[in-house]
Nanobody, 116 residues
Framework: QVQLVESGGGLVQPGGSLRLSCVAS????????MRWYRQAPGNQREVVAL???????NYADSVKGRFTISRDNAKNTVYLQMKILKPEDTAVYYC??????????WGQGTQVTVSS
C-alpha cells in the first residue's frame, strides 16, 4: 500500500524553526522526485521545494535561503527544514512523490502555524 505520512508541524513564533518529515512506504523511494507543497486558507496549493532522485533541489522564491529540502533514501524520508519562519508561511504542508509521468502521490498534510 502506497502511503506518505507527514509530521513535524505545529505552532511556532515568527523567526523560529521547524523540521517537517515525510515517510514514504510502498514505493521505490529513491527513484521518485519528492516535493513539498503548502496551501494557506483561500489560496491555491503551491510548490515550496523539490528534490530529485539525484539530490538536485529547487525552491520557490519566497522560501529561498530559509528552507532546505533533503532526503534520506535509507529511511524513505524527505525533510523540509524551515528557518526564519514568517506568519505568511502559515499553511498546511503536503509532501508528494512522482516518478516520470505517473500520478502524483500525496500525503495527508501537516499544519504549520507561525504566530506570536
Amino acid at each position: 500500500q502506497v502511503q506518505l505520512v507527514e509530521s513535524g508541524g505545529g505552532l511556532v513564533q515568527p523567526g523560529g524553526s521547524l523540521r517537517l518529515s515525510c515517510v514514504a512506504s510502498g514505493i521505490i523511494f529513491r527513484i521518485y522526485v519528492m516535493r513539498w507543497y503548502r496551501q494557506a486558507p483561500g489560496n491555491q496549493r503551491e510548490v515550496v521545494a523539490l528534490i530529485t532522485s539525484g539530490g538536485g533541489t529547487n525552491y520557490a522564491d519566497s522560501v529561498k535561503g530559509r528552507f532546505t529540502i533533503s532526503r534520506d533514501n535509507a529511511k524513505n524520508t524527505v525533510y523540509l527544514q524551515m528557518k526564519i519562519l514568517k506568519p505568511e508561511d502559515t499553511a498546511v504542508y503536503y509532501c508528494s512523490a512522482r516518478q516520470g509521468a505517473s500520478d502524483e502521490l500525496w500525503g495527508q498534510g501537516t499544519q504549520v502555524t507561525v504566530s506570536s
